[in-house]
């Protein structure tokens, strides 16, 4: 059994405190490569934010879960390295789907975990997060658990269709789990296709999609139910059209992907959401970069030639998200 606390990491307590107070979110963005971890880890320090480095399930089969554990570690060790005496990086377990997997996170380090029931029937959703939680809590590690089904595709989660969240459930799920944080639906979806065509409008003048939008009526009721309780939102991506655009300039094909406007994940931060996912983002600025260089360059062979531009388009939106959408900025 290793304690995160022994690896520098922190829990999601204070921060979140923090962060509902101040009227900001916390940025977790997963991670499976060193070129994600080194860019993330930049971008914190830089901006002088906290960060969540969060692991699916899909990261841990790719990458290896020792590995990634360690890599949080040295992520702890790189961000004191680069200036940050005190970092408050958090390792973080995204879409945990048993207690299992959610314990051997806790026991090789992981300071925060999430529990995800919500496919499950109410009762068993409560009771897989409860033990989840009395696990957790012995060892001071945070539990995220959600409530509502959202719709997209996001490694080994997926779902055809959406559920909001139902605000009547919220305060009976929370009181009952003992969870420290919990994700909602209210529109938002995995993956870098959010919507379909069907689903937005377009643009008369750019015929890009514009997506629905979030529904912050949900968003405010679960507030007034639960006053200064932290509210997660996953598949928080805005699938930025020029990355999109450099993809399908250098060979991709990545028609109508659509994601969230950040507009409205700056307004969603103001409120009680103080976690924001974005995963599919970095995917594509590390695939536009790429996909530049190699079309740019078709000469080159060497990987640190071309992840190198994609390490650095990945920090630029890292960067991007935490001081103009999210607001954590400062936040150390
Ligand atoms: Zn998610």
């Known amino acids: 059994m290793v304690s995160y606390k022994e690896l520098g990491l922190v829990n999601t307590k204070e921060m979140f405190a923090k962060a509902v107070k101040g009227g900001y979110a916390i940025p977790a963005f997963n991670f499976n490569t060193m070129e994600q971890m080194q860019a993330i880890v930049q971008a914190a320090v830089e901006t002088k934010s906290p960060v969540i480095m969060q692991v699916s399930k899909g990261a841990r089969n790719y990458a290896n879960a020792t590995i990634l554990r ?16 005190n970092p408050q990086i958090v390792l973080h377990l995204d879409h945990g789907d048993t207690f299992e997997l959610c314990k051997d996170c806790i026991d090789m380090g992981f300071s925060s975990v999430m529990i995800d029931g919500s496919s499950l029937p109410y009762e068993e959703n409560i009771a897989l997060a409860k033990k989840v939680v009395d696990y957790a809590h ?36 929370s009181q009952r789990t003992g969870c420290d944080s919990l994700a909602i639906s ?63 300039k250098f060979g991709g094909k990545l028609p109508d992907a659509v994601g969230i406007p950040e507009e409205q994940l700056r307004e969603a931060s103001k409120s009680a959401v103080c976690k924001i996912n974005i995963d599919s983002d970095s995917r594509l600025a590390m695939t536009a970069a790429i996909r530049k260089y190699l079309a740019e360059n078709p000469s080159h062979f060497d990987p640190r030639q071309y992840l190198k531009p994609a390490r650095e388009n990945m920090k630029k939106m890292y960067i991007h998200k935490i001081v103009n959408v999210l607001g954590s900025n400062d936040k150390l």
Not at 74 to 85: D, F, I, N, Q
Not at 158 to 172: G, L, M, Q, R
């Open 186 to 248: 209210i529109g938002t979806s995995h993956g870098a296709y959010k919507f379909t065509p069907a689903q937005c409008t377009r643009d008369p003048k750019t015929g890009k999609l514009v997506p629905p939008p979030l529904a912050f009526d949900i968003l405010h009721e679960i507030e007034k139910k639960l006053p200064g309780f932290p509210i997660v939102l996953h598949g928080s991506s805005s699938v930025p059209q020029d990355e999109v655009d450099t993809i399908n």
């Open 70 to 85: 360690y890599m949080a570690q040295g992520a702890v060790e790189y961000a004191k390295e680069l200036g940050c005496p």
């Open 138 to 173: 012995q060892y001071d590690v945070t539990v995220e658990a959600e409530l509502g089904v959202l719709a997209g595709v996001e490694d080994e989660v997926s779902s055809a269709v959406s559920h909001y969240t139902k605000p009547e459930e919220v305060i009976d799920f």
